[in-house]
């Protein structure tokens, strides 16, 4: 038993030493005329490369099966009896190679689950029954406990707010990067952050029932569901392997020639097939690496040139993931000293809107502020030495009496209408700037879109944990006809599962740890390269320099590789099927036939390397 658990634990080793024995037999034979040192490595190739192969057919028989194993053991064992020892050795490599192949094509990654539970909040601050905080371990907390989370800590479990308040970044539950303000009766969610203020919360949820522990549950199932998947050569050998070794038998039988049954074998084994489909995998996958597009597997191939429905993350997905200034209305005489004096107070602020001002303005040097007041809920008061200047929204424009002209109402419901957020600038009482921030569209996404829905892809959808009216507002502008906001990971991952009932192959795009439990769940997951660790591990494609036009691309390149595929599975059944017929009826004899049945195998391996031909590497 340990042998056997030291062979197959090795197979990939022996497949190496099995290919560079038959290389030293080749050296031995070409270079140096040495026919016994040719045929002495080809033997012990044949010996060292069966003996992995030979346990899984014994394995596979064990449990009544008959696989391909079972098929290219007795070819080789029959070979070597025959003294074709070149012949047992080779396809003893291609075998073994083409395993490996696919092997690293499909491997699924494991990592993401663990990368999830590292993320997931360890401890508590713990308030106790005399007013103190302790520390105690994260499966210590029952719920209705009560809990203190400070600035820059993690929020620990699913609950209340029951004092304070705060701005918190949700990014790893909702996937939105802007921060939310949270006071008394606000839910909080384990594992988001708290960028500033202090809470008190009342706990609600612990441990696997909180948002965070649904996401890594949703993200094992999904990848549990998936790992399933049967190889098409074994589901071939099901019926192709027992077809076989009935043909020799029965050819050996009535012709008591065993020579020309063994032949039927050897030539019976499809190499061709064996190492046509991983050749097409893997050129494919390296054809898109270098257009940026990391492609993980040939199930995902296959899945993927299949897909007509896509479903879009909003926040980093469609659009950069950061809030940006997007418009800017002017209404003094000096826009530059303007822009200058409100990025000086901004920069004081450690506000996400404040911040996208400041990086706006860009400014090498910043005016004097001598006094800054902020007003709850609205904005800033700030001092100059000339000036008194108010920064905020409309409520503070109103409390201090600046007046709104229509013209200037009228811009301010033109940005708001398509989905900005407002910071207005007043100084010494008049308007002064009208500044629109969003999250800007990614570039070429509306026009990748419209590609796609060219292709003949039925559905363009976009789930997000923003609010509904922002989410329309994106959508109408990139052309996708279904939108949901408000959004949480199990609401996504549930819809995925509907649109899968409903018979649509589904393909997700996302980038944040919120959008893992979707993008295992998918057909087909899609993640943009500068999202998180965890949403690039669960999912099957990377774009890896998030570029949103390469998803089209990788759409059409799935395609080519799967009919590059069938063309190889095609030209390896044929020429199969012909050497047999050859066979048979006296026209192919074991020279001939291996020459045939080795040009075959170049045939598919050309076949799929072009799938490299034209690609060029992209930034």
């Excluded at 209705?144 to 918190?168: N, S």
């Excluded at 000096?334 to 911040?355: C, M, V, W, Y």
């Excluded at 207005?424 to 002064?432: E, Q």
Aim: charged content about 20%.
């Amino acid at each position: 038993m340990k042998l056997q658990q030291w062979i197959m634990q090795h197979k990939n080793h022996l497949t190496l030493i099995n290919g560079l024995l038959i290389l030293l037999a080749g050296v031995s034979k070409f270079l140096f005329t040495w026919i016994f040192g040719y045929q002495l490595a080809m033997l012990i190739a044949s010996v060292i490369g069966m003996l992995p192969i030979f346990l899984q057919a014994y394995q596979a028989l064990r449990v009544k099966v008959i696989s391909i194993d079972l098929l290219v053991s007795v070819a080789i064992l029959g070979a070597l009896l025959i003294g074709e020892y070149n012949e047992s050795a080779i396809v003893a490599f291609l075998f073994l190679f083409g395993s490996f192949l696919e092997q690293k094509t499909l491997e699924k990654t494991r990592t993401a689950i663990h990368s999830l539970t590292q993320m997931a909040p360890k401890s508590a601050l713990k308030i106790t029954d005399n007013g103190r905080t302790e520390s105690v371990d994260i499966d210590d907390i029952d719920k209705g406990d009560h809990l203190l989370v400070k600035t820059d800590a993690q929020v620990p479990v699913d609950g209340v707010i029951d004092e304070g308040e705060g701005y918190l970044n949700e990014a790893s539950v909702t996937g939105e990067s802007q921060q939310r303000k949270k006071e008394k009766g606000d839910d909080v969610f384990a594992g988001t952050f708290l960028d500033n203020g202090t809470l008190k919360i009342v706990t609600k949820r612990v441990g696997e029932d909180t948002t965070f522990g649904k996401i890594i549950e949703l993200v094992e199932e999904a990848q549990d569901s998936k790992s399933n998947a049967e190889r098409f050569i074994d589901k071939f050998a099901k019926y192709y392997t027992p077809a076989v070794l009935l043909l020799a038998f029965i050819v050996g039988i009535f012709s008591q020639d065993v020579r020309l049954a063994i032949t039927i074998l050897v030539l019976g084994c499809p190499g061709a097939l064996v190492i046509g489909v991983p050749v097409s995998n893997v050129a494919g996958i390296g054809s898109g690496a270098k257009s940026g597009i990391l492609i993980k597997g040939g199930e995902v191939i296959d899945k993927f040139s299949k897909v007509d429905t896509f479903v879009f993350d909003k926040t980093g997905t469609l659009t950069m993931g950061k809030p940006s200034v997007a418009a800017v209305k002017n209404y003094t005489d000096n826009f530059t000293e303007s822009l200058k004096i409100t990025a000086s107070i901004e920069r004081e602020s450690d506000h996400p809107l404040g911040q996208a001002i400041v990086d706006y303005a860009n400014v090498s040097s910043y005016v004097s502020v001598e006094q800054t007041n902020v007003v709850k809920g609205q904005g800033i008061i700030a001092t100059l030495s000339d000036k008194k200047v108010l920064i905020g929204n409309q409520s503070l424009m109103v409390d201090h009496h600046v007046p709104l002209s229509k013209s200037i109402k009228k811009d301010i419901h033109q940005l708001q209408s398509t989905g900005h957020s407002l910071v207005m600038v007043a100084m010494n009482g008049r308007l002064s700037l009208l500044i629109g921030i969003k999250d800007q569209i990614r570039p070429g996404a509306k026009e990748t879109l419209a590609h796609l829905k060219q292709t003949g892809i039925k559905d363009l959808i976009m789930l997000t944990g923003d609010n509904q009216e922002t989410a329309e507002n994106i959508a109408q502008e990139l052309g996708i006809t279904k939108v949901y906001g408000n959004l949480l990971p199990e609401n996504k991952a549930d819809y995925i599962r509907q649109l899968q009932k409903e018979g649509h192959q589904v393909a997700f795009v996302g980038d944040g740890v919120n959008d893992s439990p979707s993008l295992a769940l998918s057909d087909v997951g899609i993640a943009m390269g500068g999202g998180t660790e965890v949403a690039i591990e669960t999912s099957d494609v990377v774009l890896i320099q998030s570029n949103f036009e390469r998803i089209a691309k990788a759409y059409h390149l799935t395609k080519k590789i799967a009919l590059n595929m069938q063309e190889n599975i095609m030209i390896a059944l044929a020429t199969v099927l012909l050497l047999l017929i050859g066979l048979i009826f006296g026209y192919i004899y074991m020279a001939s036939g291996m020459f045939v049945h080795e040009l075959s195998i170049l045939i598919v391996i050309f076949n799929g390397m072009r799938l490299l031909l034209g690609t060029k590497k992209k930034a």
